[in-house]
């Protein structure tokens, strides 16, 4: 079985908000207000990833299996005036459920962190609800956690907590697959 993750392109940004939505749907159910979940639009969140794909910046990758998108991430640069000591946001990562917890992640993870080695970034951030069971996934990666914060969701208030990574050079040698192979395929 062999993964390609690769950039994101337009076309894309339904498959990715199907994604999205459907990932919000299982991952946060019994953590935000189940009306709102299930109340996610497709098509509000194929125009946010309209957005986000063209938005200069931003790093948009998908993973797909056998021709099938199955996840994706997003990163950028830390927002001006938050975590400045950190470079890159890794701002979401999402896989179908039938596809997380099987080392995709992983690989979509140091698949992003090549990018923003290329763009000079050294070190990382990821924000998640503490509930949510991705906490685990960060800490796995290396990830400390470097802050708290309690904030609104829909249905009420969160702890969101914010996990860095200090040093993200140590990723650069983990795909197994040459990065001048154009396929990017990865056999798992």
């Known amino acids: 079985m062999s993964i390609s993750i690769r950039k994101a392109t337009l076309e894309e940004a339904e498959d990715i908000a199907k994604i999205h939505v459907s990932s919000w749907q299982t991952t946060y159910k019994g953590i935000m207000d189940a009306d709102f979940l ?5 098509g509000k969140r194929t125009e946010l990833w309209v957005k986000n794909i063209q938005r200069e910046g931003d790093i948009v990758l998908v993973a797909s299996l056998n021709g099938e998108l199955i ?3 997003c990163g950028s640069h830390v927002k ?3 975590y400045e000591e950190y470079d890159g946001d890794v701002t979401s990562i999402y896989f179908y459920k039938d596809f997380q917890g ?3 992640g992983k690989l979509l993870m140091i698949r992003l962190f090549e990018e923003f080695m290329e763009r000079g970034y050294q070190t990382a ?3 998640v609800l503490e509930k949510n069971k991705a906490c685990l996934f960060y800490e796995a990666l290396g990830a400390k956690l470097i802050d708290t914060q309690v904030i609104p969701i829909p249905g009420g208030e969160a ?8 040093d993200i050079k140590p990723f650069r040698n983990e795909m197994s697959h ?3 192979d154009p396929t990017n395929e990865v056999n798992v």
């Open 71 to 73: 996840g994706f991430t």
């Open 178 to 180: 040459e990065k001048n």
């Open 38 to 42: 299930k109340q996610l639009s497709v």
């Open 80 to 82: 001006e005036g938050e």
């Open 159 to 166: 702890t969101l907590f914010t996990y860095a990574w200090d």
């Open 125 to 127: 951030i990821v924000k």
């Open 102 to 104: 099987q080392g995709f």
